[in-house]
Nanobody, 113 residues
Framework: QEKFVESGGGLVPPGGSLRLSCVGSGFPFSEEIMTWHRQSPDKAREWVATLFLGGATFYTDSVTGRFSVSRDDANNTLYLERKDLKPEDTAVYYC???????WGEGAQVTVAS
């Protein structure tokens, strides 16, 4: 059974930076396209970023240039580096294997002064 465990969330001031981590298990991590999503208060969950096996990355427009996704296949870990954080980045962040229907508990990130 596949599982995703996100960590690294917290409270950060506007303009700050934070790195999220996600450990995946129960599937061949190094062979899968991985994604990040987020859900802001009172909004539907939205896609944030995708990391393809060849290293190509894609981001939703609102985070392009500020967020960077990477992976450590040796440790089954996906990362999301975020800089220049804005209050509208406040959300619970989730990672997922592409086309999976399983979600972890997510990591809460609050951007506030």
């Amino acid at each position: 059974q596949e599982k995703f465990v996100e960590s690294g969330g917290g409270l950060v001031p506007p303009g700050g930076s934070l790195r999220l981590s996600c450990v995946g298990s129960g599937f061949p991590f190094s062979e899968e396209i991985m994604t990040w999503h987020r859900q802001s208060p009172d909004k539907a969950r939205e896609w944030v970023a995708t990391l393809f096996l060849g290293g190509a990355t894609f981001y939703t427009d609102s985070v392009t240039g500020r967020f960077s996704v990477s992976r450590d296949d040796a440790n089954n870990t996906l990362y999301l580096e975020r800089k220049d954080l804005k209050p509208e980045d406040t959300a619970v962040y989730y990672c997922q294997r592409h086309e999976s229907t399983t979600w972890g508990e997510g990591a809460q990130v609050t951007v506030a002064s």
